[in-house]
C-alpha cells in the first residue's frame, strides 16, 4: 500500500462547480497535514495546511480525521485559475519527512 | 530575497556523464530537501538535510550523492549518470519540518 493515496483524477468541472479531493495515509504517526498546488510545469506551492478542526481559507475548505487517516480538500464556486494539480502531503512519523501524494490534476472549464 | 533558487534550469547528459545541481536558499531554513518528480509518481525524496554539514537519505537516493557545507546550498551530485535519472528534479527548504516547504523552479534533466 502506498503511503499517500489520492483520487486518481483527472476531474473535469463546469466554473462554479464544487469539487472535493480525498486523501488516505498508511502512516498513524503522521503529525502534520498539507495541501499543495501545482500548475503545468511548474513548482509545487503551500494551499493551505491541515488542521485537526478543520479550516477554511476562502472558497477552500480542509478536514482532517486522524481515526480513519484520511484528509480531504473542498473547493466551492470553482474558477478556471483553480486548474491544477493537487497533492495531498504528510509528514512522516519522525517528522522530518514530507510524503507527496501523486496527486489529483483539476480541470475547471469555462 | 529569491526564496530558493535551482541551479541549471534544464540540461541534458550523455550516459555515464557526472553533473552536480545546486540549490540556494536565503530564508536561513535548516531543512532542505531533493526530491525527483516522474509522471505518475509524484515527488520522491532523494536526499534531505536537517542543518549545515549533516545529510541523510531519501525514498530513492542510490546514484545520487548531496552535501550540505554551507547552510545555505545543499549540492546533489550525479556520478555516473544513467537514462533512468531523467527526470524534473525540485529543491525544497523548510524552517521545520512542521511548517511549510518552499520550493525551488526545478531543474529538467535529460540523459541520452
Known amino acids: 500500500r502506498k503511503e499517500v493515496e489520492q483520487d486518481p483524477g483527472p476531474f473535469n468541472v463546469p466554473e462554479g462547480a464544487t469539487v472535493a479531493f480525498n486523501c488516505t495515509y498508511s502512516n498513524s504517526a503522521s503529525q502534520s497535514f498539507f495541501w499543495y498546488r501545482q500548475d503545468c510545469r511548474k513548482e509545487p506551492k503551500l494551499l493551505m495546511s491541515v488542521y485537526s478542526s478543520g479550516n477554511e481559507d476562502g472558497r477552500f475548505t480542509a478536514q482532517l480525521n486522524r481515526a480513519s487517516q484520511y484528509i480531504s480538500l473542498l473547493i466551492r464556486d470553482s474558477k478556471l485559475s483553480d486548474s491544477a494539480t493537487y497533492l495531498c502531503?504528510?509528514?512522516?512519523?519522525?517528522?522530518?519527512?514530507?510524503?507527496f501524494g501523486p496527486g489529483t490534476r483539476l480541470s475547471v472549464l469555462p | 530575497n529569491a526564496g530558493v533558487t535551482q541551479t541549471p534550469k534544464f540540461r541534458v547528459l550523455k550516459t555515464g556523464q557526472s553533473m552536480t545541481l545546486l540549490c540556494a536558499q536565503d530564508m536561513n531554513h535548516e531543512y532542505m530537501y531533493w526530491y525527483r518528480q516522474d509522471p505518475g509518481m509524484g515527488l520522491r525524496l532523494i536526499h534531505y538535510?536537517?542543518?549545515?554539514?549533516?545529510?541523510a537519505k531519501g525514498e530513492v537516493p542510490d546514484g545520487y550523492n548531496v552535501s550540505r557545507l554551507k547552510k545555505q546550498n545543499f549540492l546533489l551530485g550525479l556520478e555516473s549518470a544513467a537514462p533512468s535519472q531523467t527526470s524534473v528534479y525540485f529543491c525544497?527548504?523548510?524552517?521545520?519540518?512542521?511548517?511549510?516547504?518552499?520550493f525551488g523552479p526545478g531543474t529538467r534533466l535529460t540523459v541520452t
Open positions: 502531503v504528510v509528514t512522516d512519523n519522525y517528522g522530518q519527512n514530507f510524503v
Open positions: 525544497a527548504s523548510s524552517l521545520d519540518p512542521g511548517y511549510e516547504q518552499y
Open positions: 538535510s536537517v542543518g549545515e554539514g549533516t545529510t
